[in-house]
């Protein structure tokens, strides 16, 4: 592959200041994947970061090398993260990334640290670790080389495929510790897939991961994000997304309805107004009391999700033992920036 640099831009005080690194290089790159995108490459001073509340989480630690995503979902609820760098939680979120360039020799010494004890790591649980810029910048062979050679627990939750470029390393790293891998996937409509996650690979694709992280030995757990009201919640889509699921032999499936929170929120909300007019004021009903669907209707698609589950049998059991089970999926934490979880 070629790259073409077309820019680069030395770092400025401002810069620096509003980072909060210790270098900044802005870089653009004359390639069809990513045309209009600016990196900022920075130099952090710290790579794990610890959750806060961590007691509700079932992990207390995380990594994150990128900030922003080309993934681009409409309704990504990291959105929110980008207003706190002073850049544009609408397209800035899909166009303006930060890459922790030093991620891989950051995270190399910290745990090599004595202080640190080997407590589970959990990546893409702010924005994902294998969007498209990973393809460019490949921080996650030296990120999992680190973990491998320290035998230190992690997951992954992500939505894509490239994850499988790392496939070697992942089976080392599950020879000798604990890894989980979860694949989002909220519903298999090719349609909404365009328009709502245009970044993205298509569901068929990311459900091809599962399979193939599966033939690996590498259970993989579908986390069926976002559910999207009365676009991807059909009885038929339901029974359609879980069938595929149970196809691409994954080991869980485990619902989440969509939620919208400051951030996500408005940028979905001009999204539905423009593609789905007819639907704005049942959205604004919909979450009128705040960012998440109302309980009973979240209840009602986990009993839908997990019978048709139970009739399509996913899970272990129905699959050559997996050495390595995925974590649940996480539960999204409040405040930190670099803490949100993705979907
Ligand atoms: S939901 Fe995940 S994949 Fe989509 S834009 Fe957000 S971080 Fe990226």
Redesign the pocket.
Known sequence: MRWDHLGETPPTPADTALFGMDAVTTRTFDTPEFRGITFHEVRARTILNRVPGASRMPFEWTVNPYRG?T???VY?F?RKTHSYLDLDTGLGFDSQIVVKVNAAELLTRQLASRRWQGAHIAMGTN??CY?RAEGRYRLMPGILTALRDRANPFSILT?GTLILRDLELLTQAAEVTEVGVSV?VGFTDEELWRTI?PG?PSPHRRLDVVRALGEHGIGCGVLMAPVVPFLGDSPEQLRATVRAIAEAGAVSVTPLVLHLRPGAREWFMSWLARHHPRLVGRYERMYADGAYAPTWYQRRITRQVHELAAEFGIGPARRETPRHLPRPAPAPPAGDPEQLT??
């Open positions: 995503c993934h681009a979902c990504c990291a924005v994902d969007q939505k989002s996650e993205t993705l979907l």
